[in-house]
């Protein structure tokens, strides 16, 4: 089976402290799973260091089979990898919710008439084309977060990272955040505290902690 993510004996140092070792993992090609654990367990860390936002310590991870020798080799496929972070205050560039979200269209070269209206067609999919002329600064937490994957998705990355996705939304937002992301058939890592969410979208479940990461098989986490 094709592999989009592959990590191979990863350790990652926070300020010098070790924070994990032996990680390995394999998402294949549209799977989507979750990693779940302690506060501090290096849950983001682990979720940077697959985008080559920070340098690992050690072992290999590996995009779509091609070993990212150093941050200089993820800038290939940074195209390819979507990255909702945990604060949508960090993901905002234009401050007008339709701007910002044709924003990545836009720095492709993308037409802007096309990119208005790829932004209209996963606005309105997304239930928030009323929204957009406002400044995204204002938006309720859980309008944020869909505003922020609007303006991810728009670029239809192939890898979706989420750190935790449902902080802020309401149960009928995560109940709509659920829909989008099972819909979507992309490989998917989703970092989360929440286990009804993460059992309602992944196919399988991971704990982290020192030693690395142990899959749930039983459903007992
Ligand atoms: N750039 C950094 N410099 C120093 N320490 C860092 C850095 N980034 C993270 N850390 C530390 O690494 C540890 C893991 O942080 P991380 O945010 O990855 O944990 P997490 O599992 O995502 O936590 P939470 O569930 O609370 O969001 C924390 O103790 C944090 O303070």
């Given at each position: ?73 993820f800038k290939k496929y ?144």
């Amino acid at each position: 089976m094709s592999c989009s993510v592959t990590i191979r004996n990863l350790s990652v140092c926070a300020d010098e402290n070790l924070l994990f070792s032996g990680v390995n993992l394999n998402v294949s090609h549209k799977e989507k799973i979750a990693i779940i654990g302690a506060n501090g367990s290096g849950k983001t860390t682990l979720l940077e260091t697959i985008a080559g936002l920070r340098n690992a310590s050690g072992g290999v991870i590996e995009l779509f089979h091609e070993p990212m020798l150093n941050l200089d080799s993820f800038k290939k496929y940074r195209g390819e990898i979507g990255y909702l972070f945990q604060d949508s205050d960090n993901q905002f560039i234009y401050p007008k919710v339709l701007e910002d979200v044709a924003f990545s269209l836009l720095s492709r070269g993308v037409d802007k008439d096309e990119a208005v209206e790829k932004s209209r067609e996963i606005l309105e999919h997304f239930g928030i084309w009323h929204l957009k002329d406002k400044i995204v600064f204002h938006l309720s937490g859980g309008e944020k977060k869909l505003v922020a994957l609007a303006g991810v998705l728009i670029s239809k990355p192939k890898i979706l990272l989420l750190d935790e996705p449902t902080t802020a939304l309401d149960f009928k937002m995560q109940t709509r955040l659920t829909q989008i992301l099972k819909s979507l058939d992309i490989s998917q890592i989703i970092v989360s505290h929440d286990k009804e969410f993460v059992r309602n979208v992944a196919d399988k479940i991971y704990y982290l902690n020192e030693n690395g990461l142990s899959e749930d098989r039983a459903g007992i986490l």
